[in-house]
């Protein structure tokens, strides 16, 4: 059973950084491709930063030259580094686990807010 555990959320001024964490366990994590979403109220949820199982990486273009998404294998971790928070990247992020079957789970979510 995959499980997919994030932590690091919380409340931070804008232009502050937060580091998102996501554990994953019963699946071979260096062959899952691995992301991060965010769903803001009343929005869709949207991709916000993914990284292939060979450590390429993409992200959405709002979050472009702030946000950076790696991984660690040895620890079946992913990790987002979130620098120069805005107020419009509050949202809950949630952590998405894509394996090589086409099999997709997702976390329970961890809630970002930035304010003043």
């Known amino acids: 059973q995959v499980q997919l555990v994030e932590s690091g959320g919380g409340l931070v001024q804008p232009g502050g950084s937060l580091r998102l964490s996501c554990a994953a366990s019963?699946?071979?994590?260096?062959?899952?491709?691995m992301g991060w979403y965010r769903q803001a109220p009343g929005k869709e949820r949207e991709l916000v930063a993914r990284i292939t199982t060979g450590g390429r990486t993409n992200y959405a273009d709002s979050v472009k030259g702030r946000f950076t998404i790696s991984r660690d294998n040895a620890k079946n971790t992913v990790y987002l580094q979130m620098n120069s928070l805005k107020p419009e990247d509050t949202a809950v992020y949630y952590c998405?686990?894509?394996?090589?079957?086409?099999?997709?789970?997702w976390g329970q979510g961890t809630q970002v807010t930035v304010s003043s």
């Open positions: 998405n686990l894509l394996e090589p079957g086409g099999s997709v789970y």
């Open positions: 019963g699946s071979i994590f260096s062959v899952n491709h």
